[in-house]
């Protein structure tokens, strides 16, 4: 029987990147983790100080951390992935904080000791709109000649009152500019949305998937908001002024926002990790299976795949 989705090998109806990396590479290939010691706009003061509300000193919680080498953190991440998956390849993930927020000659001797790494593929660098001066994406555009370059732009919501609340420090606007500077450049680009930010609706929610939908990006990331210990939204959620997402809402809205993106976008992510030590809420997203499952099923359920109200 023909599969329903073109983007697929197995049960899926979304694009996944498990999918995608098999076609580019011929074989299972996984993200390996860094934290290479970056700070961010929004720490520093330059744009805001203490970060997002949702931030507990940056993004990359799994990632083995600044005290090792980026070559070092390869290798121990490589360790981890093979005791699986033998010999697999890795993308050197540049997860934690913002990394392109450095001077270039820092930036070019991070990115090229990972490169440098036996069985490392690619990169992918997680940044800020805000943080993307002309050099940097000029030295980027020429890296992406050279390896399988992803930069991860984080966006979270196309409303800027949401943006404002949770301390983003940038503006949907500036995001646009980000974006369209990186993809006239020839640079894969993977946009981050977060689902169940405070005063969202899901209305609000499927439409910041429509308006990434008609940019048409590469690849996206959807997120579910985690509350974690020690960040102003736990106190906002501790003080009763925040609800978290249900599970049942939280999967009817990815459903829902997987038919409004183009079917070619690769889904990157559909859940997040939040470290269970760490999480307050909701503790229902611990249960990844679980969520990925339901997914699957509401797409059968409802007999659609990606794109289908694109």
């Given at each position: ?256 926002q997987l038919e409004r993106l183009p079917p070619e976008t690769v889904i990157e992510r559909v859940t997040g990790d939040g470290q269970r030590e760490m999480l307050l809420a909701p503790l229902w997203s611990l249960d990844k299976i679980a969520v990925l499952g339901g997914i699957d099923q509401e797409m059968a359920r409802r007999d659609t795949i990606q794109g289908t109200l694109f």
């Amino acid at each position: 029987m023909e599969h329903p989705f073109p983007y697929a090998d197995d049960n899926k109806r979304y694009h996944t990147l498990a999918y995608h990396l098999k076609k580019r590479f011929g074989r299972r290939v996984f993200k390996a983790s860094i934290d290479a010691g970056f700070t961010c706009p929004n720490l520093d003061g330059t744009r805001g100080t203490g970060g997002c509300t949702y931030c507990q000193g940056g993004s990359g919680a799994f990632a083995p951390g600044p005290s090792l080498s980026v070559s070092d953190q390869v290798r121990q991440e490589q360790a981890r992935i093979h005791l699986k998956w033998k010999d697999a390849p890795v993308i050197a993930y540049f997860q934690a904080h913002t990394n392109t927020y450095a001077p270039l000659d820092t930036l070019k001797r991070k990115y090229e000791e990972a490169l440098s790494v036996d069985g490392v593929c690619g990169l992918s660098i997680a940044t800020r709109a805000d943080a993307l001066p002309k050099e940097t994406v000029a030295y980027l555009a020429q890296l992406s000649q050279q390896t399988y370059l992803t930069v991860e732009l984080g966006l979270q919501t196309i409303h800027d009152g949401t943006a404002e609340r949770i301390h983003r420090g940038h503006s949907y606007a500036e995001f646009l500019h980000a974006y369209q500077i990186l993809k006239g450049h020839g640079i894969r680009v993977c946009v981050h949305l977060i689902d169940g930010l405070p005063g969202e609706t899901q209305s609000m929610m499927l439409e910041t998937a429509r308006a990434v939908g008609r940019l048409r990006p590469d690849a996206v990331k959807l997120h579910l908001l985690h509350i974690l210990r020690g960040t102003p939204l736990a106190e906002e959620f501790t003080a009763g002024k925040l609800e978290p997402m249900t599970r049942e809402a939280y999967i009817c809205t990815v459903c829902s926002q997987l038919e409004r993106l183009p079917p070619e976008t690769v889904i990157e992510r559909v859940t997040g990790d939040g470290q269970r030590e760490m999480l307050l809420a909701p503790l229902w997203s611990l249960d990844k299976i679980a969520v990925l499952g339901g997914i699957d099923q509401e797409m059968a359920r409802r007999d659609t795949i990606q794109g289908t109200l694109f």
